[in-house]
């Protein structure tokens, strides 16, 4: 992702341009607003940060300018002198969020993620359009087996209604793949889709991102802020890994679903929003119940209609058609062909998969990447034969040594390298090919270490 960063304080420039680079970002920078909006003219920007308060020219006027020569960046705003009267105007101007200073760097990176993932939805959303029209959920998602074209036909009846949805299913099933395309054939279809991890945000932070908080409610709070339920308004919003809500938490999402209203963290005001919600979930919510960890009135408010993934392993007839999918996706974005041969399409079916659909994907990726060139065989993919045994990785281990351990960070490590190899030491670009997070791979790089 591309970033452009547009302020007359040049020690904030410098400041955000390594914050976002150790990211992962590719980030540019211009003090002087004329020079920017004729930079983003001319060249291809995902995102640009823009002060409100500029000489010359403020924000506004360069959000305006900018959107009239149909500029298609997402515009981040910033000020430190920011109402929420301004941040309604920049975004009903086109802009995407609107950040007070100061602020904290993961807010900033937190905002950055989530344009990013809003516009990665976005265009799939246009492809699937595009190429799809008005097709059933059962043309969105790749199977073959009667357990999967049986789920997508609930899910297909299911998205026509207003009804919650909870999708259980081990993690790399494909959940969040399916409450998009539920999303796509409802009739908040030409809404957005938002989702968030609700393991992955900090605790603290996790009631603000969903409610939205007041200013002085906290410290860092310098400003009004809206909630991804707010946000969300009039179109679906999924909570992923729902079964990491905080008890605290979980009680005020009862009362959303029950009363239909939000109450930002130190507001006295409630507010109506209507959000069609789905949940998903990799635990076992009943046990969670029975231990206390969950609240049994807002499993039973959630559990409404539950659609079960089963994971690759029970179905291994739709390994062949995913492949299909996956090695054609793998070509159209390495610019060259990508098939596999049968022995390996043999090996693959075959193979358990504990990362199920996610693996898969990652996987081809990664063979397709890292092969010789030719038809992609078994030992492209790792896979020691065809009969499920386990996957193999090249390089070195510790000779002399069966220490598991040893041997799985001699393991890590060279994939790491590896993945690094073929990114051109990209880091974000190596954790998608790894298939983990970038806070994963900087932790993994410092414990291994990788340099």
Same mark, same amino acid.
């Given at each position: 992702?591309?970033?452009?960063i ?8 410098? /400041? ?28 291809? *920007?995902? %995102? ?15 959000? &305006? ?5 149909a ?16 941040a ?14 100061p ?9 950055? &993620? ?27 998602? @790749? /199977? ?12 297909s ?12 299913g ?8 399916l ?13 957005? *889709? ?10 603290? #932070?996790?009631?603000?991102?969903? $409610?939205?908080?007041?200013?002085? /409610? $906290? ?18 919003? =999924?909570l992923?890994?729902?079964g990491?809500?905080? %008890?605290? %938490?979980?009680?005020? =999402? #009862? ?18 929003v ?50 299909? /999918? ?6 159209? &974005? =390495? ?14 079916t ?22 010789s ?22 390089g ?10 040893? +041997? ?5 490590? +060279?994939?790491?390298l ?10 974000? +670009? ?19 270490? @990788?340099?």
């Amino acid at each position: 992702m591309r970033l452009l960063i547009v302020d007359d304080d040049v020690n904030l420039r410098q /400041s955000l341009a390594l914050l976002l680079g150790e990211a992962g970002y590719a980030v540019e920078s211009e003090g002087d607003p004329e020079r920017a909006l004729a930079r983003a003219g001319g060249e291809k *920007f995902d %995102l640009i940060l823009c002060d409100v308060r500029m000489p010359k020219m403020d924000g506004l006027t360069f959000l &305006r300018r900018y959107r009239a020569d149909a500029g298609e960046a997402l515009l981040l705003m910033m000020s430190a002198y920011g109402s929420e009267e301004t941040a309604l105007a920049a975004m009903r101007e086109g802009a995407y969020d609107y950040l007070h200073k100061p602020f904290r760097p993961d807010e900033v990176t937190m905002t950055i &993620r989530k344009a990013e993932e809003r516009e990665k939805l976005r265009r799939e959303v246009e492809a699937l359009r595009s190429n799809l029209g008005a097709g059933a959920v059962q043309d969105l998602i @790749v /199977s073959e087996s009667r357990a999967m074209r049986d789920l997508l036909d609930l899910a297909s009846r299911v998205a026509r209604h207003n009804t919650t949805v909870l999708i259980t299913g081990e993690s790399g099933t494909g959940k969040e793949v399916l409450a998009r395309a539920i999303h796509r054939m409802s009739p908040r279809g030409e809404r957005g *889709f938002t989702a968030i991890n609700c393991a992955a945000i900090p605790e603290h #932070l996790l009631e603000s991102e969903l $409610f939205g908080h007041t200013k002085g /409610s $906290f410290t860092g709070a310098v400003g009004d802020r809206a909630g991804l339920f707010e946000l969300a308004h009039e179109a679906t919003l =999924l909570l992923d890994e729902i079964g990491d809500l905080p %008890l605290d %938490l979980q009680a005020k =999402l #009862l009362r959303v679903l029950e009363e239909g209203e939000i109450r930002r963290v130190g507001g006295r005001d409630s507010k109506k929003v209507d959000v069609r919600l789905i949940a998903a979930t990799a635990k076992p919510l009943e046990q969670a119940v029975e231990s206390g960890e969950f609240r049994a009135d807002l499993f039973y408010r959630l559990n409404v209609v539950r659609l079960h993934i089963p994971p690759l392993r029970d179905r291994p007839e739709d390994v062949p058609a995913l492949l299909t /999918s996956f090695a054609r996706q793998a070509a159209s &974005r =390495l610019g060259h062909p990508v098939s596999i041969t049968p022995a390996a399409l043999d090996a693959l079916t075959h193979h358990p998969w504990p990362g199920n659909v996610r693996e898969l994907r990652n996987a081809v990726e990664r063979a397709a990447v890292l092969g010789s060139g030719g038809p992609l065989d078994a030992k492209d993919f790792a896979i020691r034969n065809g009969n499920g045994g386990p996957p193999t990785a090249s390089g070195a281990l510790p000779a002399g040594t069966l220490d598991l351990k040893s +041997q799985v960070e001699a393991i890590e490590r +060279q994939a790491i390298l590896r993945a690094l190899e073929a990114s051109g030491g990209n880091r974000r +670009q190596a954790a998608g090919l790894l298939g983990i997070s970038l806070r994963t791979l900087f932790y993994k790089m410092r414990r291994l270490p @990788v340099h």
